[in-house]
């Protein structure tokens, strides 16, 4: 399959009052052509600072991409200057962002925030523009689009928002589009019309999708690949089934099983204990050392190298290395 | 929209009738009247046919009548230290002068001090932003009164770049506007600057950005007319402070403004001037708090003018 983007060993540093954040720290990650990457993790892992350092959005001067490059159909982005950038952002690659409600600007009609893009970066007249405008609301399912094009966000709901604000993203026919937890600020019953509406989209348009999210359910809904990240790293990556059904690395597992489930036979959740680790002064092992209950002497000294369990199933996980001495069965 | 202005405006008539009544009240209630103050030769009877003829001898609530007739009908009567001008007069020349140096005044300010508080907020803790914020705090801080006598020292008296004072010339107009500018261009950066900062950190910015809109079209479109808000909302006081700047600043420069009967009337209990005066500046800025609210929900379509509580 053909890999429309690359990322290889990213470092993302921001510089505060109190240090140097080392928000993201060696992230590798490719995504296929038409396919749904669900980047994984909690507050903090590094996995909005991932999606944002793709579209070259890090806030600066405080945050840098320090090393590493993200390749774009053979483009490094970490080289592009900030002109070339432009003409990539909404064009080849879009971003839709957490909450619908801010995501869209409170003093201009949803027509002309529609349309800015499309007449930013083509030369289409207003006529065109609008037609199209009509076409991706129609796309993402809002009724009446020509009464529409001239309300103000405040006349929508939170869920027709998010609809306009993923029609905004698609409108120049992205291929690559960053949905950065797009339903976190829905309603539950929204979120699952919002996911049916990613899918729906991804087979008509084939556009490839990076789907941020903490939310496991949004993941096993849409989701082909799955990255998880803890501490700035992604630490587990696989298919869906790798994830779902044998999860290797003990955060994964320990996330699945923080989720409520419907078949749980005991009727407590299986928090997991501790904090994330702190990114001012990351350990030199590996993050979740203080936090796993298998954790060994390697563990909290060396980074475990990367195992590769089968074609699409990877883990940084001293458990699952070749070296490490199996229990017999 | 229609509703709303016919109820806003019978708001403003009640207003300025309220203004009207307190003026009436407190001008009387200062002690003496137009005949006291100076020309003590005047003999008894002169005396009372001068209170006559201007309703002075008539009980209180009679000339308040008066008063009232006069300002149902825009008409104020003769100034009575200048017998020869009517209070209309006085304003039709006082106006158009005072209302010039205002308007420049308050474009001036508003011009450079929203660019200033722009810049300031783009190259936020860079230097623009340090020289912008202390000549900000230089400009509230020194009083406009101060501004203009160190004005008139060092460019007119030692660099005799410009006229000293009086209101012939756009030479003439360049010193008192920087005068008064000064103190309102100085509020607007900082408040420019700090709503802009927080308009800029907004999701909204941010989806711009990534639709990858230049930065000029997205500081002008997304940020700027979010960031003014709070400049409309003070633009109201704004106006006021301007108002009340133009006296002082006027008489320093010999400015034949409003300004001047103004100060003067109440010296000498002119009572036509004075309430002439006073009710038209109370119009005035009845007024412009009005156009604020208009432009306010032109910024922000979330504003309607027609709900209540959109005043």
């Not at chain 1, 002309?112 to 199209?132: F, I, N, P, R, Y």
């Not at chain 1, 709901?157 to 950065?180: F, K, N, T, Y």
């Not at chain 1, 099983?257 to 092992?285: N, Y």
Request: aromatic share 6%; hydrophobic share 45%; net charge neutral.
């Amino acid at each position: 399959m053909e890999k429309i983007l690359e990322i290889d060993d990213l470092h993302v540093h921001f510089s505060t009052y109190g240090g140097t954040v080392q928000a993201v720290r060696g992230v590798n990650l490719y995504l296929n052509k038409g396919e749904t990457l669900a980047i994984v993790g909690e507050s903090g892992s590094g996995k909005s600072v991932t999606s944002n350092s793709i579209m070259q959005l890090i806030p600066s001067p405080s945050g840098k991409i320090v090393r590493g490059s993200i390749r774009f159909k053979g483009k490094d982005l970490v080289k592009t200057s900030k002109k070339e950038m432009r003409a990539i952002r909404g064009v080849d690659i879009s971003m839709i962002f957490q909450d619908p409600m801010t995501a869209l600007n409170p003093t201009l009609t949803v027509g002309d925030q529609l349309t800015e893009g499309l007449k930013q970066h083509t030369s289409v007249g207003s006529a065109e523009a609008k037609a199209k405008a009509l076409e991706m609301l129609g796309l993402v399912g809002i009724a009446n689009p020509e009464s529409r094009l001239k309300q103000y966000p405040h006349q929508f709901s939170g869920g027709m928002r998010q609809r306009i604000v993923i029609a905004m993203a698609l409108i120049c026919e992205p291929d690559l589009l960053i949905a950065d937890e797009p339903t976190t600020a829905l309603d539950v019953t929204i979120q699952a019309q919002i996911m049916e509406l990613f899918k729906e989209i991804q087979e008509k348009t084939g556009v490839s999708i990076i789907l941020v999210t903490h939310d496991l359910g949004v993941v096993a809904r849409v989701a082909d690949r799955v990255a998880v990240m803890y501490g700035g790293k992604i630490i587990e990556t696989g298919d869906k089934d790798d994830i779902f059904y044998h999860p290797q690395h003990p955060y994964t597992i320990g996330l699945l099983q923080s989720v409520p489930r419907l078949d749980m036979k005991e009727g407590i959740l299986q928090p997991i204990d501790g904090t994330p680790p702190d990114l001012f002064a990351p350990p030199q092992g590996c993050p979740f050392t203080a936090r796993c209950a298998h954790a060994m002497q390697v563990c909290a000294n060396v980074h475990p190298v990367t195992s590769y369990l089968s074609e699409s199933h990877q883990v940084e996980c001293w458990l699952q290395d070749a070296r490490a001495k199996r229990q017999p069965v | 929209m229609a509703i709303y202005l016919i109820r806003r405006f019978v708001i403003m008539i009640a207003t300025i009738f309220v203004i009207a009544t307190l003026t009436f009240i407190l001008m009387h209630s200062i002690p003496g009247n137009p005949f006291t103050t100076q020309d003590r030769s005047t003999s008894e009877a002169v005396q009372e046919n001068l209170n006559a003829h201007y309703h002075l001898d008539e009980p209180m609530i009679v000339q308040y009548g008066i008063w009232l007739k006069s300002l149902a009908t825009f008409d104020f009567g003769p100034s009575i230290k200048q017998p020869t001008e009517t209070v209309n007069d006085l304003l039709g020349r006082g106006f158009p002068i005072s209302a010039e140096l205002g308007m420049w005044t308050i474009t001036i300010a508003l011009i450079s001090g929203i660019t200033l508080g722009v810049l300031a907020a783009l190259k936020h803790n860079g230097i623009i932003d340090y020289i912008a914020m202390t000549l900000a705090v230089l400009g509230i801080s020194i009083p406009n009164f101060i501004l203009a006598t160190l004005l008139i020292q060092q460019l007119a008296v030692n660099l005799q770049l410009l006229p000293a004072a009086t209101w012939s010339s756009p030479m003439h107009m360049i010193m008192p506007i920087i005068a008064l500018a000064t103190g309102p261009t100085a509020i607007i950066a900082r408040l420019t600057r700090s709503s802009m900062l927080e308009v800029l950190t907004q999701d909204y910015i941010k989806t711009a950005r990534a639709k990858g809109l230049s930065p000029a079209k997205i500081v002008i479109k997304h940020a700027l007319r979010n960031a003014l808000m709070p400049v409309v909302t003070i633009l109201g006081t704004l106006v006021a402070a301007i108002l009340t700047g133009t006296f002082v600043i006027e008489r320093i420069f010999a400015i034949p403004g409003m300004g001047k009967y103004f100060v003067e009337s109440i010296n000498n209990r002119d009572y036509p001037v004075i309430m002439g005066t006073t009710v038209f500046y109370s119009a005035f800025l009845i007024f412009m708090l009005f156009l604020v609210d208009i432009v306010y929900s032109i910024l922000d379509p979330r504003i309607k003018l027609h709900k209540k509580g959109g005043s």
